[in-house]
């Protein structure tokens, strides 16, 4: 399994880029972030910066959005880093979230989303795209290679990541939901003639390391509880398309927004966020890893044998600087387990 860090862009950002140089130390190989213009900083400024002083590890939003940059900027941003740094970096996308609703928008639809894929890829893969009438290509880039990973929640998305992404985030590590998610995303890729097994699969979710403790796993709740109101975003859409009768969706991701009264996007991602106070203990503790490294490496392990090819942590909360150094020396070791020298 390989291991990636999901950062936000907060000020000062040599901040966020020290914190992407201890996450390459420690073994993490991929450097996420939050891409929402106005809660945080411009991502791909700080993109360069973190390529240019770290060695292999690949970067890239999550996740992006159709509705704040034009299509062709947004490739243009990757194929540049690309040219710059040898093709290292990726693009999460979906439909919008925080960065859309801020400024009175909201998510864009599927077709969309497609659509937008369809112009990003060939541009920042070194082809041609159609936009707008127009047959267009970077004249420079011609050597970028550029994964587009999908996040999805509901059926209809999922079905479109299966039929067209490079991989599929999961936000949420809820081993059931994993497994149902994986499974639709794989018919999908399937129905469409594709490899199933050729979609790359990333659950990405907060991992809190406590001592073992019953105040040690109260505090990592409530320092993840944020996380819960997030995914219920997404969630809540879902439910206002689909229905709350479980049919489209698992009950064990609808069911706990009952309570969801409003979002203050002005909190989001915020440890303390008042407006997720909804969200219970158990959620928290299915939807994110807390507990002591021998319970994040069960449920890590249990992700794997469910076809997980990466975990993807967020890093939203008050240990940023010692979990990163306990996964480098204890949790990312154990799962990933290397050969003896001698056989």
């Known amino acids: 399994?390989?291991?990636?860090?999901?950062?936000?862009?907060?000020?000062?950002?040599?901040?966020?880029?020290?914190?992407?140089?201890?996450?390459?130390?420690?073994?993490?190989?991929?450097?996420?972030?939050?891409?929402?213009?106005?809660?945080?900083?411009?991502?791909?400024?700080?993109?360069?910066?973190?390529?240019?002083?770290?060695?292999?590890?690949?970067?890239?939003?999550?996740?992006?959005?159709?509705?704040?940059?034009?299509?062709?900027?947004?490739?243009?941003?990757?194929?540049?880093?690309?040219?710059?740094?040898?093709?290292?970096?990726?693009?999460?996308?979906?439909?919008?979230?925080?960065?859309?609703?801020?400024?009175?928008?909201?998510?864009?639809?599927?077709?969309?989303?497609?659509?937008?894929?369809?112009?990003?890829?060939?541009?920042?893969n070194g082809g041609q795209a159609d936009y707008r009438g127009n047959l267009l290509r970077f004249p420079w880039g011609a050597d970028s290679r550029l994964p587009i990973w999908v996040a999805a929640y509901g059926p209809k998305a999922l079905a479109l990541t299966g039929e067209i992404a490079d991989g599929f985030i999961l936000q949420l590590a809820d081993p059931d939901i994993t497994a149902w998610s994986i499974a639709a995303v794989r018919a999908a890729a399937e129905a469409a003639g594709r490899d199933p097994a050729a979609v790359t699969i990333c659950v990405a979710a907060p991992a809190y390391v406590t001592d073992g403790t019953d105040a040690g796993l109260a505090h990592g709740r409530d320092q993840c509880r944020w996380f819960g109101g997030m995914v219920g975003n997404h969630v809540a859409d879902i439910v206002a398309r689909y229905g709350a009768d479980g049919s489209a969706v698992p009950p064990a991701l609808s069911d706990y927004i009952a309570g969801r009264q409003g979002y203050d996007y002005n909190s989001h991602g915020k440890a303390g966020n008042m407006h997720t106070d909804f969200v219970p203990d158990d959620v928290i503790d299915r939807f994110c890893l807390i507990g002591p490294p021998a319970t994040q490496i069960e449920r890590l392990n249990e992700l794997a044998g469910l076809g997980v090819d990466q975990f993807a942590l967020y890093l939203q909360h008050d240990a940023k600087d010692a979990t990163l150094a306990v996964y480098g020396e204890k949790v990312i070791p154990a799962v990933n387990t290397r050969a003896a020298a001698k056989v």
Request: some cysteine.
């Open 1 to 124: 399994m390989k291991f990636g860090v999901v950062l936000q862009t907060n000020p000062p950002a040599w901040r966020t880029v020290q914190l992407a140089e201890l996450a390459e130390v420690h073994g993490f190989e991929y450097v996420w972030t939050f891409d929402s213009h106005l809660l945080w900083q411009e991502p791909y400024v700080i993109y360069s910066q973190i390529l240019a002083r770290t060695n292999r590890v690949i970067v890239g939003p999550m996740v992006t959005n159709p509705a704040t940059r034009d299509w062709t900027v947004t490739a243009s941003l990757f194929a540049t880093l690309n040219e710059m740094f040898g093709n290292r970096t990726i693009c999460g996308i979906g439909r919008g979230d925080s960065a859309v609703r801020v400024i009175n928008g909201k998510p864009v639809t599927l077709a969309d989303l497609r659509a937008c894929i369809e112009v990003i890829r060939p541009l920042a």
